[in-house]
């Protein structure tokens, strides 16, 4: 009789703890999703900066049609692919969908950027300074938030993949993806000149 009262507590601990593990690794999930969802609030602020941008600009800068129109695109390749993400971001493809449209994104911008230090007029425009300044902090905040969803990935895999939480995942509990947005001008290297 005691062996089957002691089985009985065994069993109801495995069970028990099983739920927790359960029950931690939904409230990491949610985390996580919750963190894009901060991430798509900053992303959808940048995106409605974007068009204003470029639309003060265009009177400037005429001749340089071409890179307003690749920054548009990539905006809209980017809104796209972030309204994707925000979808289903515990899909990886569509994270990573989203981390090369905003990579394109952040390169048109960067070329937009190097062409209006070409046009004093615009620099002085106090509407394009505005919108500059409005944007600089929305990258900051999409930073913030980008690193909060990281963190939170990296948490909720950490846990997912430990012994014996990995048992309770199984396949319900699949892999999130680190939001990763490549910056080709910080992997190149500094270059400095005393001539």
Do not use: C, W
């Not at 798509?40 to 265009?58: F, S």
């Not at 319900?172 to 910080?186: G, K, N, S, T």
Request: charged share 25%; glycine share 6%.
């Amino acid at each position: 009789m005691s062996g089957t009262i002691i089985t009985l507590i065994i069993i109801a601990v495995v069970v028990v703890y099983a739920i927790t593990i359960y029950n931690k690794l939904v409230a990491l999930k949610n985390r996580f999703k919750n963190a894009f969802a901060q991430i798509d609030v900053q992303l959808q602020r940048r995106y409605d900066l974007i068009p204003n941008l470029v639309e003060t600009a265009r009177k400037y800068m005429e001749h340089e049609r071409e890179t307003l129109t690749a920054v548009i695109e990539a905006r809209n390749e980017a809104a796209a692919a972030a309204k994707a993400a925000a979808s289903h971001p515990d899909d990886g493809k569509a994270v990573r969908t989203l981390g090369g449209a905003e990579s394109l994104l952040g390169g048109a911008l960067g070329k937009f950027f190097a062409l209006s230090e070409n046009y004093p007029d615009l620099k002085a425009n106090t509407t394009m300074t505005q919108l500059m300044e409005e944007l600089s902090s929305t990258e900051n905040r999409v930073a913030f938030a980008r690193q909060a969803f990281n963190d939170a990935v990296m948490e909720y895999n950490t846990y997912r993949e430990q012994f014996p939480n990995s048992l309770v995942a199984g396949g319900r509990f699949q892999p999130a993806e680190l939001l990763e947005i490549e910056d080709q001008a910080a992997r190149k290297g500094v270059k400095v000149s005393f001539s």
